[in-house]
């Protein structure tokens, strides 16, 4: 329903004829529409329905060789749009016309529509299997079905558009203890399908090894990120193979191309893995299979139209908006890490003592590495067991360093946003605390 609305309006076309009738020498237009079902329970209990659409639309236009971006949100006035957009040209020095041409692609849609019913289901299976065995647990949970719908189209004769239907659930676990409180949370994002056993049993685990609380270790410790905790690291990795990193001398492995970065590691995109696939960029460039680091080695960099000019390079099909009024940049729609072959479980028996963290409080290290993280929710491990829930603890080290020192990576890839990885172990992190 979405999708067809969206073709069905003549808006972009009246845009870029209005555009060129005003002077400018290219254009394009950007469109989103989108709806939302949520469904929203609290306090154990289903608490509402809502139900949103939102539509927005950007236009890029040129003259005179300088660009000049205009978006709004809802109803549009074209001649208004363009006018705002001519206006904004003015401001800007004139740049390269970076613009696909002559494309008129046919992509499916992704992902199948789930009924505001299957989503109550789905809730309600969850919260009852975590209450069955922890009956004095309050839970908090969102199951949402999203569609959208983007198109864009240029005066060179781009014309692409796709629908993606996503469905995502996300569940808190509150247990009370006297003075204690415990937050467990966990959720999914796929298409068609959610596994409400799955989120439960993952937090019912985390609340197993939460049962007692434990003094930390203090110094320096192997560390086993989940595969919910492990894209802290892999945040920093995906801001070094950025091709504006690159091109500002930010990146440390600006210079490194066909040598080794870090452990035995093979990190890659792939446009049809995952909820996070998308076939096209926001600049109209198809999205691509692509080895970032190829058993440890660095293989290649991610760039736009611009910044893939600016290496000599074509671009990668990475260019992203990271809103409606930005230009596009280098960005990422899916990363991937392949996993190891030893389950979480074994991961935890390579332990004689160290922690595991699972969810934390700070963000990256960003493209310096360096990082320093309070644990939200960690776990100490002694010979090879879980003994107990840790408090008050900061883990410290460098991405770049730790990646160098994997010991290990686990067989539990999962989703975390747009980052699919496994759980991971490394080496020689340090670690501190308030009960030391």
């Known amino acids: 329903m979405v999708y067809k609305e969206l073709l069905n309006n003549s808006l972009a076309e009246q845009l870029l004829e209005l555009s060129i009738k005003s002077g400018a020498e290219a254009a394009e237009v950007y469109q989103s529409k989108s709806l939302s079902r949520p469904v929203f329970f609290e306090a154990n209990r289903l608490k509402q329905l809502e139900s949103s659409q939102s539509e927005g639309t950007a236009l890029r236009l040129w003259r005179n060789g300088c660009p000049g971006l205009a978006v709004a949100y809802g109803p549009v006035e074209p001649q208004v749009l363009v006018e705002r957009a001519l206006g904004l040209s003015q401001l800007n020095q004139p740049e390269a016309l970076e613009l696909n041409s002559d494309s008129k692609p046919s992509y499916p849609d992704l992902g199948e529509d789930v009924?505001?019913?299957?989503?109550?289901?789905?809730?309600?299976?969850?919260?009852?299997?975590?209450?069955?065995?922890?009956?004095?647990?309050?839970?908090?949970?969102?199951?949402?079905?999203?569609?959208?719908?983007?198109?864009?189209?240029?005066?060179?004769?781009?014309?692409?558009?796709?629908?993606d239907t996503t469905l995502s659930c996300y569940v808190d676990a509150e247990w009370v203890r006297g003075d204690d409180l415990l937050n467990v949370s966990d959720g999914q994002t796929e298409r068609g399908n959610l596994q409400p056993e799955k989120v439960a049993h993952q937090i019912l685990q985390r609340l197993a090894w939460a049962k007692e609380n434990v003094t930390p270790p203090n110094g320096r410790v192997p560390v086993l990120f989940t595969s919910k905790a492990a894209d802290m690291l892999w945040g920093t990795v995906q801001a070094a193979l950025n091709g504006k990193r690159v091109l500002e001398g930010a990146s440390p492995w600006a210079e490194r191309i066909g040598k080794p970065v870090i452990s035995p590691i093979t990190v890659y995109q792939d446009p049809h893995a995952g909820p996070y696939s998308c076939p096209f960029d926001?600049?109209?460039?198809?999205?691509?299979?692509?080895?970032?680091?190829q058993d440890g080695v660095l293989q290649h960099f991610y760039c736009d139209r611009t910044t893939g000019c600016q290496l000599s390079i074509a671009s990668t099909g990475n260019g992203f908006r990271p809103g409606l009024g930005s230009y596009p940049t280098p960005g990422l729609f899916n990363f991937l890490i392949q996993p190891g072959t030893e389950s979480l479980q074994q991961l935890i028996h390579h332990l004689d003592d160290g922690l595991i963290v699972d969810q934390m409080l700070g963000g990256n290290g960003g493209i310096s590495g360096d990082f320093s993280i309070n644990v939200d929710l960690g776990y100490r491990v002694q010979k090879g067991h879980v003994i107990g829930r840790v408090k008050d603890t900061m883990v410290a080290g460098n991405v770049y360093t730790a990646l160098k020192q994997l010991v290990k990576l686990g067989d539990d890839a999962d989703w975390n946003g747009s980052c699919y990885t496994p759980s991971l172990l490394v080496d020689g992190l340090s670690s501190t605390s308030k009960q030391n």
């Open 282 to 293: 926001d600049e109209g460039t198809p999205t691509q299979s692509l080895v970032f680091i």
């Open 115 to 163: 009924p505001i019913e299957k989503l109550v289901e789905w809730g309600k299976e969850a919260i009852a299997i975590i209450r069955d065995a922890y009956p004095d647990v309050i839970c908090t949970a969102d199951w949402e079905c999203d569609v959208e719908t983007t198109r864009l189209v240029n005066t060179k004769g781009l014309d692409c558009h796709y629908t």
